[in-house]
């Protein structure tokens, strides 16, 4: 059974951080690409960064470059997600996802499997 389990949302001022973090089961971690996403109120989930199955090719969405870091610990089935200098806009539920895919996608569609999300809120 394939589960994936962030951890790390919570409330923080903005101008905080955050750091967040999806532990893997079920599956070979090695082998996916893995990829955080959010999802705000009324608004269609997008992505937020991914990062290679090797971690040494990483993509950031532009709203959140030089703000984020996604990271990943093979050894330890764990992608990481440090957020910095938070902004109220950054408040949504934040979602771990994996896909099998070789190389990284942007798409929800190509993601595999996801976790159940951890929300993170950014007060003005």
């Known amino acids: 059974q394939v589960q994936l389990v962030e951890s790390g949302g919570g409330l923080v001022q903005a101008g905080g951080s955050l750091s967040l973090s999806c532990a893997a089961s079920?599956?070979?971690?090695?082998?996916?690409?893995m990829g955080w996403f959010r999802q705000a109120p009324g608004k269609e989930r997008e992505i937020v960064a991914a990062?290679?199955?090797?971690?040494?090719?990483?993509y950031y969405a532009d709203y959140v470059k030089a703000q984020f870091t996604i990271s990943r610990d093979n050894a330890k089935n764990t992608v990481y997600l440090q957020m910095n200098s938070l902004k109220p806009e950054d408040t949504a539920v934040y979602y771990c996802?994996?896909?099998?895919?070789?190389?990284?996608?942007?798409?929800?569609?190509?993601?595999?499997?996801w976790g159940q999300g951890t929300q993170v809120t950014v007060s003005s």
């Open positions: 990062i290679s199955r090797s971690g040494v090719t990483r």
């Open positions: 079920g599956i070979t971690f090695s082998s996916y690409v």
């Open positions: 996802a994996a896909d099998n895919s070789p190389s990284i996608s942007r798409s929800t569609v190509s993601y595999d499997y």
